[in-house]
């Protein structure tokens, strides 16, 4: 392939400035935090319920409306990344996370804290997209093993400190304080991102850029997307799945992404999802192994809580602590990962094994159950652990092996927009199926003999059914305890099935290597170098 955008040998290995390294650490920060947000509200949930007296739908809706909006917003900023730059969009995208956290820490009401939340969450799906772009463009193929994992652990640094800080937060102060903490690590990422960051871009004028916006494709996607995953994650906690209110908007937002499809292949001049960026195997192999780890994991993060929670009868900062160590893994595996895609410029093989790991992990979660030993309870989870660390930077490389430089920024973006989807069907999937066990279950004659009538929880509120089952007689304590390892075991095992579809997807992968120069189309800028000829011109 003739690769259109390179950085020259000498330039590559010239050591990296302050200004660089300052801004990838910048970067990072901001990873972390949106990390740390997305999952530190469910460990609030009930103190935030109980405070600002919620329904079970309105706190579902509390942390599936930021989660939402985040996905909506990637290929948004994608789009206009592309065509005015990376460095603003970032500094909008975190201002509007910050101004958000403000408005979230001060919420009277639900309904003000969940409108806070939709907005907070199209900030942070501009930080977690930008950041891996921006990281891609400032980087070689070579190098970017060494800054995705920069990447990777900030992101595995944020979930990791998140349940545990907010379940402190949650038992020993206000809830409040779980969006106070963003406000000074935002606003100095913002000042350092100001002084540090600098790309080049196209030095074209306003009006000239605003033309060259796909504003039907992008249109179309926003809505498609919206009504799509409205439906997704309402069906069977806001409504049944059976009704209108879930069904239209997942056969309308369906029928639209088709339309957006025949817009970007027929209509669009400038298409913001060029359908030549899913050419090849392995670009093939990186969109949907994104998909399928971001689902997979997801849900393993989610629900091994709630089997701590609930099948243990831990309390919120004991399964917090415990959670941790199901993840802890994951930052330093994908550390040495892709210091190894660095070396060799292979990763193929990686990927086939972090998918191999995650099946056997998955798999040997099926044997957990309310009496088991210490080593059943921990050794599984180390190796999807670290199955899931191999994977959060390798789907990546396969993405961007094939692409030509100018298709890197874009390619990225719907890279992280298929794992920011796939997480949303991981917690809707993982409901349903843990749902329909635990129905199923508590309907059977054993549960019904064991369980007096006035003590029965539907499976509609089996997630929370942890906080009411303490003030049950401890032989019906015992029965949920099962009641939960059972229903779980189902979410385990069908996890297992998608991980060895990933597994099997994973070796239809090219070997390509990666250790070309190829670099994205907004490279990174340090002041002596500014003023480069060419048409492109650094952000200010």
């Known amino acids: 392939m003739d690769l259109e955008i390179s950085s020259s040998e000498g330039d590559r290995n010239q050591p990296k400035s302050l200004r660089f390294k300052l801004t990838v650490f910048f970067l990072c920060a901001v990873t972390v935090v949106g990390a740390m947000d997305a999952v530190i509200v469910g460990a609030c949930l009930a103190a935030i319920a109980a405070d600002l007296k919620s329904s079970s739908v309105e706190s579902f809706w509390v942390g599936t409306s930021f989660l939402l909006a985040q996905t909506v917003a990637i290929p948004i900023y994608g789009t206009t990344s592309e065509i005015f730059g990376r460095k603003w969009p970032l500094l909008t995208a975190v201002s509007i996370f910050t101004f958000a956290s403000i408005l979230c820490a001060t919420a009277k009401t639900v309904a003000w804290l969940i ?6 969450g199209l900030g942070a799906g501009g930080m977690i997209q930008l950041v891996q772009v921006i990281l891609s463009d400032i980087s070689t193929m070579s190098e970017r093993g060494l800054y995705m994992a920069f990447a990777a652990l900030a992101w ?3 979930t990791n400190i998140g349940i545990p ?6 038992t020993y102060t206000t809830w409040r304080w779980i969006f106070w903490i963003n406000i000074p690590i935002c606003v100095i990422s913002i000042v350092g991102l100001i002084a540090c960051l600098h790309l080049h871009q196209d030095s074209s004028s306003f009006m000239t850029k605003l033309a060259m916006v796909d504003w039907l494709g992008l249109t179309v996607f926003t809505c498609a997307s919206t009504l799509f995953l409205v439906g997704l994650t309402s069906g069977g906690v806001a409504h049944p799945w059976g009704s209108a209110k879930v069904l239209a908007p997942l056969v309308v937002g369906f029928l639209l992404y088709l339309v957006f499809i025949y817009i970007e292949w027929r209509v669009a001049v400038k298409p913001m999802m060029p359908l030549r960026i899913f050419n090849g195997r392995s670009a093939i192999t990186g969109f949907t192994t994104s998909y399928l780890q971001g689902l997979i994991v997801w849900c393993l993060t989610y629900y091994f809580i709630l089997f701590f929670l ?4 831990h309390g919120l900062l004991h399964s917090a602590a415990e959670t941790m160590t199901t993840i802890a893994y994951s930052a330093p595996a994908g550390l040495v990962a892709s210091i190894i895609v660095k070396r060799t410029g292979r990763f193929k093989y990686l990927i086939v ?4 790991l995650l099946v056997a992990g998955m798999g040997t979660n099926v044997t957990m159950h309310p009496d088991s030993s210490k080593a059943v309870l921990y050794a599984p989870r180390c190796l999807a652990s670290i199955g899931a660390g191999i994977l959060f930077p390798m789907p990546l490389f396969a993405v961007q092996s094939r692409q030509r430089g100018e298709d890197v920024g874009i390619a990225t973006s719907i890279q992280v927009f298929a794992r920011s ?3 949303s069907f991981g917690v809707g999937l993982g409901g349903v199926i843990f749902q329909n066990e635990w129905t ?10 064991k369980i007096p009538e006035e003590m029965l929880i539907p499976g509609n509120l089996a997630e929370i059914a942890y906080q009411i089952i303490r003030e049950f007689p401890e032989p019906v304590q015992e029965t949920y305890r099962w009641l939960y390892s059972d229903s779980l075991k189902t979410v385990w095992w069908v996890m297992m099935g998608l991980s060895l579809v990933g597994f099997l997807i994973s070796l239809t992968a090219r070997n390509d290597e990666v250790r070309g120069g190829l ?5 990174f800028q340090d002041k002596n170098k500014l003023g480069d000829t060419g048409n492109e011109v650094p952000s200010k």
């Open 165 to 170: 800080i907010g379940g402190a937060i949650g």
């Open 519 to 523: 670099s994205g189309s907004q490279n």
């Open 115 to 120: 409108g806070a939340r939709a907005v907070q």
């Open 353 to 356: 094994i972090g998918w191999a």
């Open 421 to 423: 989807l796939g997480t």
């Open 310 to 313: 609930g099948a243990m009868q």
């Open 440 to 449: 199923k279950l508590i309907s059977k004659d054993d549960a019904q003999q």
């Open 156 to 158: 595995s640094l944020g």
